[in-house]
């Protein structure tokens, strides 16, 4: 089983490269001509200025080299007679994907209908909910869901019945849009949640867990060939579109894994991004003083004068050293 497991995983992984690697190599180009370019803000980084009008919306990309990918693997399995052991993957694609259209809304309305604000949070929040909570349903009918939550580096167990979707809602939309926050420099999100599907993918693995295994295969494939038109310096942001999709498909990961705080662990970058922010804006309302030159997190490091390679490098490595305390936690 984890010969066949392994196997799949790889041709998954090498498909979602060669597709996504073909679909950059159109779609930049036409995002480009549709001048559908990146607006920096005024308050950012000054050296962020120089990026204004790089094609954004790129996580279309990775999106679509996904699908294309898994639709043929669904169509496998389907052949096999084995389609069920795809269901947590196609409720895992279908909150990410819901996710990212949310992202995809509000990209549209800023970059094509030229409208300055997009979606207003309080939308995105509302959209973000009601993606979480159809999840949270159809997970629950389809048996996917166990109320009872892990305590990390322990053996125990706690029933939270009820209160658990109460968690579980707010750590879905607060890692999407952790995820989002950290997409301000080339390569970091693409970089960050690179090493957090090795881990899912590891884990999956050793558990030989096919949905979790063949998802995590077709974002490695796709990230690492978005990530060469994205690092330093970036021909490509991923948009909404692509950081909403991403952060949805890790929040996914979670339930497959079943153990929610154990992915809290690893995603500790994605998390202190929106952490810096609240304790950013909470301190500065009650002192009048600031905690970090400027936030999120990663903006504070560029103040400093660190270059984004380094940021990216650093907090991938953090991410990966999470990865392992995680594993150690489960």
């Known amino acids: 089983m984890f010969k066949q497991l392994l196997i799949e995983f790889l ?61 043929v693997v669904a169509v496998v399995y389907a052949f096999r007679g084995t389609q069920r052991e795809l269901v947590p993957l196609a409720l895992t694609m279908c909150l990410a994907l819901l996710n990212g259209f949310v992202g995809l809304f509000d990209d549209f309305r800023k970059l094509v209908k030229h409208e300055n604000e997009g979606l207003k949070a309080g939308q995105k929040f509302l959209l973000q909910c009601i993606c979480a909570a159809l999840y949270l349903w159809i997970m629950t009918l389809t048996g996917h869901i166990d109320t009872a939550l892990h305590i990390p580096f322990t053996d125990i167990m706690v029933d939270l019945g009820i209160g658990y979707y109460v968690g579980a809602m707010f750590f879905i939309v607060g890692l999407v849009n952790s995820v989002n926050l950290t997409d301000g420099i080339d390569g970091l999100a693409t970089s960050v949640t690179l090493a957090v599907t090795a881990f899912v993918a590891f884990v999956a693995l050793n558990t030989l867990h096919v949905s979790m295994t063949l998802i995590s295969a077709a974002l490695i494939g796709s990230l690492i060939a978005f990530l060469r038109k994205n690092r330093h310096v970036a021909k490509v942001f991923m948009g909404d579109t692509g950081s909403l999709f991403l952060g949805g498909a890790l929040a996914g990961a979670a339930f497959m894994i079943n153990d929610i705080l154990v992915m809290v662990i690893a995603c500790g970058v994605f998390i202190f991004e929106t952490l810096s922010v609240v304790i950013q804006v909470t301190v500065f309302k009650t002192t009048n003083k600031r905690v970090f030159r400027m936030t999120p997190i990663h903006h504070h490091f560029e103040a400093l004068k660190w270059s984004e390679n380094k940021i990216v490098i650093v907090f991938s490595l953090v991410t990966i050293v999470l990865c392992v305390l995680a594993w150690l936690g489960m």
């Open 11 to 71: 041709a998954v992984g090498v498909s979602s490269f060669a597709v996504t690697a073909i679909l950059c190599h159109y779609i930049i180009p036409a995002l480009s001509a549709k001048h559908i370019g990146q607006s920096i803000r005024a308050e950012g980084p000054k050296s962020h200025l120089s990026k204004a009008g790089t094609p954004t919306m790129g996580g279309i990309c990775f999106i679509m080299g996904m699908l294309i990918v898994l639709t």
